[in-house]
C-alpha cells in the first residue's frame, strides 16, 4: 500500500512504479536525447520515435503504431466505438481528450492563455495557431508557388487552386466546390436561406459578406482608395473595375467580334447585339429589351415615374444616370480626360467624340454621296442637302 495516498497495489513493482509520481523521481532516461521518464515501459514507447519501430498493426487496413494505445484507439476508426460519453449531452467520443475538450463547450473554461494579448481558449491547438497572429509564423509552404500560411487547412485549401481539385459537391444539382464552405453557401441558392440580416433595413443575405457590403450603404464607408484619383468605394470589386479606367485594361473579349470591355456585365450586354436575344420585355406593350436597364428605363417613360431629384436644383430624373450626368453641371467635375490634349469633359460620349478630332476617325457616312463625319448630327444636317428638307421654319 502506499504511504502517501493509501492506494494497494498486487505486485510491489507496481507500488514502485507509482510512488515515482509523488517524489517525481525519473530513473528512466533515453540514450538518444536524454529524456527522463518514471516508468521503463513509458522510455520503450518512446524509444520507438527514434528507431521509428512500429510493432503494434492494424487487423484491418494494416497501418502500424509504435504504442498499443495508440492502435486501440485507432481500432475504433473501424469498430465504431465511442466509449467516452459527455454527461451533459449524451454525446459520445473515441477518444478522452476529445471528450474532455467537448466537455469545455458546456463549462466555458478556456484554460488555454496568449501571453501577448490575454485571449483565452478552450483548447492548446487553438492557442498556438491565435500566436501565429502576433509571431507571423508561417510553418505551412506550398510546394507549388512556395506561399506561406499559418494554418494547414488553409495550405490544403490554397492547394486545390493548383490540382483543381473540387471534392465537395451540391445534393441538388451536383456542382462542384474546392471548399466546404461555398457548399453551404451554394445550397442557399436551392432552399432559399437568408441567415444574415441587416439591423437597420432588415434586409436579409445568404452570405455575411454581402451584409457587410450592404451595412455600408447605410454607413457611408467606403474603405477601399484607388492610388491614382483617390476615388473611394465601398466594394473592393467596384475598386479593381475602376482602376480599369487608368491602366485602360479590358479582359473581357467578345468572341464574334473581338471588342473588348473592362467589365463583364459589358461584354454580357454587347454579346445580345450579335444574338439579337431580347429576354426583357414590358408587361405594358410587350416591347422588347435585350438589357434589363434598357427595360427599367423604358417602364419609366411610360409611367412618367422620376425617382431620381438633383439635390441642388430639384429637377427630376427618370433614370440614375442622368442624374449623375446632371450633378456634373453644378460641381463642375469633368472626369473624362483626353490622353492627347488634356481636355476634361463631364461626359464620356464627349470624349469619345472629341478623341476623334485626333484620330481623324469618321465613323458616320452619307448613303447618297458616301461623305463621311465624326459626328452623328453633323451627317444628319448634311442629309438634308440630298433631300432639300428644311425643318426650321420662321414664325
Not at 165 to 192: D, L
Not at 232 to 258: M, W
Not at 321 to 337: A, M
Request: proline share 4%.
Amino acid at each position: 500500500m502506499c504511504d502517501v495516498c493509501n492506494k494497494a497495489f498486487r505486485h510491489q513493482s507496481s507500488l514502485i512504479k507509482h510512488q515515482h509520481l509523488h517524489s517525481g523521481e525519473h530513473p528512466c532516461s533515453c540514450e538518444v536525447c536524454k529524456k527522463a521518464f518514471s516508468e521503463s515501459n513509458t522510455l520503450i514507447a518512446h524509444q520507438r520515435t527514434h528507431s521509428a519501430e512500429r510493432p503494434f498493426t492494424c487487423v484491418v487496413c494494416k497501418k502500424a503504431f509504435s504504442q498499443k494505445s495508440h492502435l486501440i484507439t485507432h481500432q475504433r476508426t473501424h469498430s465504431g466505438e465511442r466509449p467516452y460519453t459527455c454527461d451533459v449531452c449524451k454525446k459520445a467520443f473515441n477518444r478522452k481528450s476529445h471528450l474532455i475538450r467537448h466537455q469545455r463547450t458546456h463549462s466555458g473554461e478556456c484554460p488555454y492563455t496568449c501571453d501577448v494579448c490575454k485571449k483565452a481558449f478552450s483548447h492548446q491547438s487553438n492557442l498556438i495557431k491565435h500566436q501565429r497572429t502576433h509571431n507571423g509564423e508561417c510553418p505551412y509552404t506550398c510546394d507549388v508557388c512556395k506561399k506561406a500560411f499559418s494554418y494547414q487547412s488553409h495550405l490544403i485549401r490554397h492547394q486545390r487552386t493548383h490540382s483543381g481539385e473540387r471534392p465537395y459537391s451540391c445534393n441538388v444539382c451536383k456542382k462542384a466546390f474546392s471548399h466546404w464552405s461555398n457548399v453551404i453557401k451554394h445550397q442557399r441558392v436551392h432552399s432559399g436561406e437568408r441567415p444574415y440580416t441587416c439591423d437597420v433595413c432588415k434586409k436579409a443575405f445568404s452570405h455575411g459578406s454581402n451584409l457587410i457590403k450592404h451595412q455600408r450603404t447605410h454607413s457611408g464607408e467606403c474603405p477601399y482608395t484607388c492610388d491614382v484619383c483617390k476615388k473611394a468605394f465601398s466594394h473592393r470589386s467596384n475598386l479593381i473595375t475602376h482602376q480599369r479606367i487608368h491602366s485602360g485594361e479590358r479582359p473581357y473579349t467578345c468572341d464574334v467580334c473581338k471588342k473588348a470591355f473592362n467589365r463583364k456585365s459589358h461584354l454580357i450586354k454587347h454579346q445580345c447585339t450579335h444574338s439579337g436575344e431580347c429576354p426583357y420585355t414590358c408587361d405594358v406593350c410587350k416591347k422588347a429589351f435585350s438589357h434589363r436597364s434598357n427595360l427599367i428605363k423604358h417602364q419609366g417613360t411610360l409611367n412618367g415615374e422620376c425617382p431620381y431629384t438633383c439635390d441642388v436644383c430639384k429637377k427630376a430624373f427618370s433614370h440614375r444616370r442622368n442624374l449623375l450626368r446632371h450633378r456634373r453641371i453644378h460641381s463642375g467635375e469633368r472626369p473624362y480626360t483626353c490622353d492627347v490634349s488634356k481636355m476634361a469633359f463631364n461626359r464620356k460620349s464627349h470624349l469619345i467624340i472629341h478623341q476623334r478630332t485626333h484620330s481623324g476617325e469618321r465613323p458616320y457616312t452619307c448613303d447618297v454621296c458616301n461623305k463621311a463625319f465624326n459626328r452623328k448630327s453633323h451627317l444628319i444636317r448634311h442629309q438634308r442637302t440630298h433631300v432639300g428638307e428644311g425643318p426650321y421654319t420662321c414664325v
